[in-house]
């Protein structure tokens, strides 16, 4: 076990991340996106260029905002790394403009989310910047293939899943079908987005109630509603893709027969394309609309043979689909009749990784942008 986790965190993303590009990457001064510059922190770690004397990039740009980029920021730092962020301009007070060696002003969208949301222009900026490495950090672009897409053709290393992953699993649906590719149990529900409130209620009228309508893209309990009558059905779905469109830039929904009183246990895997192993699990049952509140790690009062099942089950799902990368199984337990069924996948680095961070001693943010993963 401990001899295959080395593996991954140590190999994870040889093929790609652990190199720079292959492209030469020429620096050149901005032009049409207002810069500002500022020297490094040497204060949160004074040691931090001795550690790594040869950067695995020469400059790494968060593109996103906030505390997970000023995280990366500050590992990018510490492997001797030039940092890039990007921000809206309703974020031009904001933290993590200023951590940054530079930061870029995004073009103005109808919202300030949306000018994170725009991948064209972040890869614009980082290939006329001469940035090496994208990292997406969680929400946003995190999961988007279309970002992954671009850094590849740009020759710019994306600090994340590959193509194929993504596109396998940050769309619930096709992430349903991997696991049952997979034996891995699943709740009953739609096998792809609906495409309107109506097909919704025919589903309900034909598979009863209560249903969970849930968000195709993203994550973080944005785009899901419960029906319980017939009469909320339309009506929740409208609220639901309304909410996932302004959040994810999709609208699409899917539908699941809702399981009531489950805990939700999620499994921590880490991959290197080949193998897969298991970081233990977090239970995260404790929420306030969909939105997890507290997370303990290990879940409490989980038997140790279910516990077992959810390990593995994670980690077939991943070996299945060649993951390579951080990410997260999810799944909802039914303790009275010690079933599990899948959720999700989250493709990406997570906000409650600091859970795990604690259990393991492993640093997400450093082995992320140190090797790609």
């Known amino acids: 076990m401990m001899a295959a986790l080395q593996r991954c965190l140590l190999v994870a993303c040889a093929a790609t991340a652990l190199q720079p590009a292959r492209t030469p990457l020429t620096v050149r001064s901005a032009i049409n996106a207002p810069v500002t510059e500022v020297k490094p922190d040497t204060v949160l770690n004074p040691t931090s260029k001795e550690k790594c004397e040869v950067p695995p990039f020469n400059k790494v740009m968060a593109a996103n905002r906030a505390e997970i980029a000023v995280r990366i920021m500050r590992a990018g730092t510490e492997l001797n790394m030039a940092t890039v962020g990007v921000y809206a301009y309703e974020d031009r007070k904001g933290a993590h403009r200023w951590c940054a060696d530079q930061s870029f002003l995004l073009p103005k969208k109808d919202t300030p989310v949306g000018a994170y949301l725009d991948p064209v222009s972040i890869v614009d900026i980082a290939e006329r910047e001469g940035v090496e490495a994208v990292h997406p950090g969680y929400g946003f672009l995190s999961e988007s293939p279309e970002l992954a897409r671009l850094c590849g053709e740009r020759g710019i290393t994306f600090v994340g ?17 991997m696991a049952i590719a997979a034996d891995v149990p699943v709740v009953p529900g739609t096998d792809k987005a609906l495409d309107s409130p109506a097909d919704a209620k025919a589903f309900a ?43 994810f830039g999709d609208g699409s929904c899917f539908l699941e027969r809702y399981v009531e009183d489950p805990r939700h246990v999620e499994i921590q895997i880490v991959g290197d394309g080949t193998d897969v192993v298991h970081l233990w699990e977090r239970d995260c049952s404790v929420q306030r609309r969909h939105q997890k509140v507290v997370e303990i790690a290990p879940a409490w009062n989980l038997n140790d043979a279910l516990r077992k099942r959810l390990q593995d089950d994670a980690v077939r799902l991943g070996k299945s689909a060649g993951y390579k990368n951080a990410g997260t199984v999810e799944f909802l337990v039914d303790v009275k009749s010690d079933e599990h069924f899948f959720i999700e996948v989250n493709p990406r680095i997570q906000v409650e990784h600091t859970v795990t961070e604690e259990v393991t001693g492993a640093s997400f943010s450093v082995f992320y942008d140190e090797r790609g993963l």
């Open 205 to 247: 009228q034909e598979f009863g109630l209560p249903v969970m309508i849930k968000a195709l893209m993203g994550g973080g309990g944005k785009g899901m509603r419960i029906a319980r009558t017939i009469d909320e059905v339309e009506s929740q779905f409208e609220a639901a893709a309304s909410e996932a469109l302004a959040a």
């Open 161 to 177: 899943p590959t193509v194929e992953n993504l596109l396998a699993f940050s769309d619930k649906v096709s992430a349903r079908k």
